[in-house]
């Protein structure tokens, strides 16, 4: 970018250890963020493609700010389009899905094929031999953003530039592998729900990130020693910083003393029901958790069986909302299907382990609300964003950085 997002830009230094409060709480960053980023070069999580099966389905979604129809086309491609009426701007579709022929505006009755071109345009004639539009206006030069799209691993991304590289260049080949490692078959959803968040979206993406907080704020994690920094694991980063992936091997037997004296250290928590933690490695490779994540807004779960997308929506400075799917697979057995549903019940906004991710984005977003001038520390593991065989690193924090300064300019 030739110029930068802000002018308080200059006094940020080179490096990627240190990341301004300011950044978390300037309307004018939003703003710019909406441009650069969200209606940028960047791939956006839509939906899922089991969400518009058959012809005639769609989906609404987001990127930032801007509406979004997910649809299904006659000739069975999975298209994308602004949910912007090109007449007076309001929202085509109202509902968060469905099945239809075409697409109509509730304001005007402006139509839309399944593709988002304007089919039709009511009392286009006028009435009575009065009114209506001109007779040269062309509806093939007027309707909402059309959007590439890609499909991967049964997600659906979209984006509006035509300089976005394909979707595997994007992330990386590393995180590519990490991807189709669980998303290796036919998904169903087994659950929805949307969770709002008292922080600007960027601290959410830092938390996801962050691959050393998870086994010292979740006290759960530790105790249940579902992810200990001293079980093995390593953290993925791809060269851009656009995407990563963290990984949790399955604990070893024996005492484990790294804990002692630190607030993670609960040993005297049991479970009433222990059949809650109950586990069958399905992916054969000893990896109890995986988390990973897209820049800029995308994360994919693997905790033991409960497999779950999230997508970041801003709303605002310091507001967001969080989009949670809960995934099974089609050909899931019963009982396979009711481990998930009750392992599901770890994350979320009530889960015994993500409810703290909900609440320390407000408890950063209210510390740093007269330290504007003030940065992060961000050292931890180093001051670059390589991947390393140890989560105790915040290299992947790093990446999110790297990519963020690349499209703001800063």
């Known amino acids: 970018m030739d110029q930068p997002a802000h002018s308080l830009a200059a006094g940020w230094p080179p490096g990627l250890t240190r990341v301004p409060f300011w950044v978390y709480r300037d309307a004018d960053i939003a703003r710019d963020e909406q441009t650069r980023i969200f209606e940028g070069p960047d791939w956006h999580f839509l939906c899922l493609e089991v969400d518009v099966p058959e012809t005639g389905d769609y989906r609404t979604s987001m990127m930032g700010a801007m509406p979004v129809v997910v649809a299904r086309a006659e000739d069975g491609e999975v298209v994308a389009f602004e949910n912007r009426c090109a007449h007076r701007g309001s929202l085509i579709c109202l509902d968060d899905g469905g099945r239809v022929k075409d697409f109509h505006c509730v304001y005007h009755s402006w139509r839309y094929d399944l593709r988002g071109n304007l089919a039709s345009i009511a009392f286009r004639r006028g009435v009575n031999g009065r009114g209506g539009m001109r007779d040269d206006f062309d509806m093939t030069r007027h309707g909402p953003r059309k959007l590439r799209v890609t499909v991967q691993c049964g997600l659906v991304f979209g984006t509006l530039s035509a300089e976005t590289p394909d979707f595997a260049t994007y992330i990386g080949p590393e995180i590519m592998v990490r991807l189709r490692r669980v998303l290796h078959k036919k998904v169903e959803v087994i659950g929805r729900f949307t969770q709002q968040l008292p922080c600007n979206w960027k601290l959410y993406m830092e938390n996801v990130r962050d691959t050393y907080h998870a086994s010292l704020l979740h006290t759960f994690f530790a105790t249940f020693k579902i992810t200990r920094l001293s079980q093995g694991g390593g953290v993925m980063v791809s060269d851009n910083g656009v995407a990563h992936a963290s990984t949790t091997l399955a604990a070893g037997q024996g005492p484990d003393t790294a804990y002692a004296g630190l607030r993670a250290d609960n040993q ?40 779950a997308v999230r997508q970041i929506v801003p709303r605002g400075v310091d507001s967001m909302d969080l989009h949670w799917t809960y995934l099974g697979f089609a050909d899931d057995t019963p009982e396979l299907r009711t481990m998930r549903l009750r392992q599901g019940n770890l994350a979320g906004p009530a889960g015994f382990v993500s409810m703290e991710d909900g609440a320390v984005g407000g408890f ?31 290299a992947s924090v790093r990446g999110f950085w790297k990519a963020w300064r690349a499209r703001m300019g800063v």
């Open 364 to 394: 950063v977003q209210r510390g740093i609300a007269a330290a504007g001038r003030q940065s992060a520390i961000v050292e931890m593991g180093g001051d670059g964003s390589e991947g390393a065989e140890t989560r105790a690193t915040e």
């Open 268 to 307: 005297g928590l049991k479970l009433r029901d222990p059949t809650f933690m109950n586990a069958v490695p399905e992916f054969h490779d000893n990896i109890n958790l995986q988390i990973l994540s897209i820049f800029p807004g995308f994360i994919l779960q693997q905790i033991h069986n409960a497999l």
